[in-house]
């Protein structure tokens, strides 16, 4: 399982791909959309912007998987936003959007892991790979 820094690097790699191509590279990974998500640290109440992939998208939301590549444990960035659900998104190199997370009910989530396995079926191993649900975590439009 990489490591929180590992984690931390890959996405600074990629924000530094984005910069330095004047935004045409990286807003997209495995034919899946990339969002920039940027929380609000629940311990410092600091901004944290982490670069994910979008499998599923509705007609007002972007869908993202907390899965840490199938660790025991949740992301930062999934914890941060059960303590601040109000976040910033980021799309296609577009300006930041006020989106609210909303984690997806299990209902909700039965009828989306099946478009988010067919969009990458390493998400199916993830969740074999560990004891916790991965949640399915819906940036929606404010209302």
Do not use: C
Request: aromatic share 6%; charged share 20%; no cysteine.
């Amino acid at each position: 399982m990489p490591s929180d820094f590992n984690f931390k690097a890959m996405n600074s790699v990629h924000r530094a791909l984005q910069k330095l191509s004047g935004g045409r590279v990286g807003w997209k990974a495995g034919g899946m959309p990339v969002v920039a998500l940027t929380t609000t640290g629940r311990r410092t109440g600091q901004p944290h912007t982490v670069m994910l992939t979008s499998p599923v998208q509705t007609a007002t939301a972007y869908v993202v998987v907390a899965s840490r590549g199938g660790d025991d444990k949740h992301p930062a960035w999934f914890l941060n936003l059960e303590a601040n659900p109000r976040v910033d998104v980021r799309i296609a190199g577009g300006p930041a959007q006020q989106r609210q997370a909303r984690i997806a009910s299990a209902e909700e989530a039965a009828e989306m892991w099946p478009q988010v396995d067919a969009m990458n079926p390493s998400y199916a191993k993830y969740r074999t790979k560990t004891t916790r649900d991965i949640p399915l975590v819906l940036l929606e439009l404010p209302a």
